[in-house]
């Protein structure tokens, strides 16, 4: 989580330098949910993601120099400089890949999962989404889909009360039930609240035992903030439109604030805690500084990859 | 202030200068056909907010606050939900943010709303406005960049324009919401920030026709959209070096061949621009049929420029090569006549930024 933050925290600043080209939505705020998901599934499980997939990838162990280059849009980027933040991948740890076209992820998830069962794996798949892309129809096909053919597939819905600048009361009628559709569909359904890293946490390893164990698919539906403006490096609060989140409430329930007071109740001590934070941010500051100076993808690799 | 002559009147009358956005043409067209007519709706993601749609749709919400809607992320639906009422009588416009997204509507626009009113034997019309934003800008990569307007003009019963500046994208969005039919406005999101003299009042221009930007003899281009844009360009580089002929080809369904076979056989000689890959796209349409016209002689072979048969990646350090540029252009005409090549490097704001140019 604390890499996690830390990275983006310093691509902020990278960002704001006019150094990244690509399109950047930051995580900021929802780091609970991808760890607390991701801390329950091993190296050969699945995980694909969307837009805003930062998280999820470093969460499921993507190589942080790999993502930092590919956001700078360099050769030795994940995806050699052709993808950019909105396409993430690292499948040496089995992050099968993220993309931006809303929902379209959510049905590749279910093909990763019908071939761990095709294949009498023993291993589980795991997408991240949001609230907004839960309505596309094709998400409402998949649960269908995965509950016949009992995929091991587990739907992480990262409801952060936004898509772009609109609310859930402008997207939904007031008697919209999730829970309900996707019981409806047959699908096992929890609510975490995602800013506690303990209660996503639980609440993943009841689901994903349970996939594990051939119950078929699940929702983990994770109730969030996210911090900063949907595709900018700025907190937004201005702009006026976060009714519903304002930011004394975005930072009281800072996840990253209450796995550190959880930590240090646990009897970790400060200094233990700050030489940890510190020797990340080190980290993070080497990666980037390496992805600053590497070298840009040569022209003739335009023309290469169109076939694999 | 400045002298116009307004088309139907006799006398000139003293207009003021008006010097608007791409985006703010957009968004007054639709807020004077708004005022216009009570059958028109907008609906699409984010069209309600204070800046919706890239300032396309900026402050409608405020005063049509039920006519303008914002929805659900869910385009197969909405825009189904939009041909199903303009079947019924209302002239929706239906706004997608990148082209990409329409797809996921696809089978709305492409196989119900193209098919309606020929496979029910005529008088049954669906009057809609598709606006559709085709990616180009730093960082969208190879989803959010798609220039796919070949697609659209490959499938009959859809009327498809690509404006190419603020007027042309006033006037055509009138005019599509005049008529009786679905009409797809596939809008190069490069050329949102482009301003232009537009005339204030209520104005049309047609859906069907092109437009010659500037005569010449030795040379027709034909050009469309970000690609008309460039070629507009060019021709300060050029100069009186070669005589170009440019049109704005404006509809890509139907095609204006009447004004291009007409340029070309006054020129002999043919070159199109496209700003998406090379394979089936307008200018090979364009190149085909003047191919197949038995009174057009060409005197040397038609020239087609386009972007490479891959998708667009994310690096600028690889859209860098990506668009035919305006020394692209200049260049090709050049060596069409044999003369000297430009040597000139563009930019990183040239190259990756959207232009904010005053056109005339
Ligand atoms: C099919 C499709 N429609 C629209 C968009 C534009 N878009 C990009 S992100 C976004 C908001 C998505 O909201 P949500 O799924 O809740 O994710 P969040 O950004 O809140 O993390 C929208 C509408 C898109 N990328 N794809
Ligand atoms: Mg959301």
Same mark, same amino acid.
């Given at each position: 989580m604390f890499l996690i933050r830390f990275t983006e925290q310093a691509l902020v600043e990278l960002y704001l330098k006019h150094k990244i080209m690509s399109f950047v939505h930051f995580y900021v705020g929802q780091e609970a949910v991808a760890v607390g998901v991701c801390n329950n599934l091993r190296k050969e499980d699945r995980v694909l993601g969307n837009h805003r997939s930062h998280g999820h990838y470093l969460a499921k162990g993507g190589d942080l120099r790999a993502m930092i280059s590919e956001l700078l849009g360099k050769e030795g980027g994940s995806s050699k400089g052709k993808g950019g933040s909105m396409h993430m991948i690292d499948t040496s740890v089995n992050f099968i890949g993220s993309t931006p076209i809303l929902g379209s992820v959510v049905p590749l998830a279910s093909g990763a999962a019908f071939e761990q069962k095709y294949n009498k794996r023993k291993d589980i798949t795991a997408v991240f989404f949001g609230d907004g892309a839960f309505e596309e129809g094709v998400v409402y096909e998949t649960l269908n889909l995965s509950a016949l053919f009992a995929l091991p597939l587990l739907f992480v819905v990262e409801n952060n009360l936004y898509s772009v600048n609109s609310t859930l009361k402008e997207r939904r009628?007031? %008697?919209? %039930?999730v829970e309900k559709i996707v019981t409806g569909f047959g699908v096992t359904y929890l609510k975490a609240d995602g800013n506690d890293y303990e209660d996503v946490f639980e609440k993943a390893r009841m689901l994903t035992k349970g996939i594990r164990a051939g119950a078929g698919p699940a929702v983990l539906e994770c109730m969030t903030y996210r911090h900063m403006a949907h595709s900018a490096p700025i907190f937004d609060d201005a702009a006026g439109y976060r009714q519903e989140d304002p930011l004394e409430r975005r930072l009281e329930r800072d996840p990253i604030k209450k796995v550190r007071r959880s930590l240090l109740e646990s009897g970790i001590p400060e200094n233990t805690l700050v030489t940890l934070e510190e020797k990340i941010r080190t980290s993070v500051a080497e990666s980037i500084q390496c992805a600053v100076d590497a070298p840009y993808p040569k022209k003739e690799t335009l023309y290469t990859n169109l076939y694999a | 202030m400045r002298l116009i002559r307004k088309k139907k009147l006799s006398i000139p009358i003293y207009m003021p200068e008006r010097i608007i956005k791409y985006s703010e043409a957009i968004q007054e067209a639709t807020d004077q056909m708004m005022g216009a007519d009570p059958r028109v709706f907008i609906i699409g993601?984010?069209?309600?907010?204070?800046?919706g749609a890239d300032g396309t749709t900026a402050g409608l919400k405020s005063t049509y606050p039920e006519r303008v809607f914002d929805v659900s992320v869910s385009e197969h639906g909405f825009t189904g939900m939009a041909v199903g009422a303009a079947i019924n009588g209302l002239h929706p416009i239906v706004h997608h943010g990148r082209v990409e997204f329409s797809l996921l509507a696809a089978d709305q626009i492409f196989t119900q709303a193209a098919k309606w009113n020929y496979m029910f034997g005529g008088g049954h019309p669906v009057p809609i406005v598709f606006r559709i934003n085709v990616g180009r800008q730093w960082g969208n990569g190879p989803q959010h960049t798609q220039a796919l307007y070949a697609l659209f003009g490959n499938v009959p019963g859809l009327k498809v324009v690509i404006p190419s500046s603020p007027k042309m994208a006033k006037g055509l969005l009138v005019s599509a919401l005049k008529d009786k039919n679905p009409v797809v406005m596939l809008e190069p999101r490069w050329l949102f920030n482009i301003k232009q003299n537009v005339p204030v009042q209520l104005f049309s221009e047609p859906l069907d026709k092109a437009v010659i930007i500037k005569e010449g003899a030795e040379v027709t281009v034909v050009a469309y959209g970000d690609g008309l844009f460039s070629a507009r360009e060019s021709l300060a580089l050029v100069g009186d070096t070669v005589d170009i002929e440019l049109i704005d080809i404006v509809s890509i369904n139907p095609i204006d061949y009447k004004t291009i076979f007409q340029s070309v056989k006054k020129t002999g000689r043919l070159l199109c621009v496209d700003t998406t890959n090379g394979a089936f796209n307008v200018g090979s349409e364009v190149i085909a049929q003047v191919a197949r016209n038995k009174s057009i002689k060409l005197k040397s072979n038609p020239v087609a420029l386009s972007c490479p048969n891959v998708p667009c990646p994310t690096s600028t350090a690889l859209t860098e090569f990506f668009y035919p540029t305006k020394v692209d252009i200049a260049n090709a005409l050049l060596s069409t006549f044999k003369k000297p090549l430009i040597n000139q490097t563009l930019s990183f704001e040239e190259l990756h930024l959207a232009p904010t140019d005053t056109i005339q």
């Open positions: 009628s007031a %008697n919209h %039930n | 993601l984010g069209v309600s907010y204070p800046k």
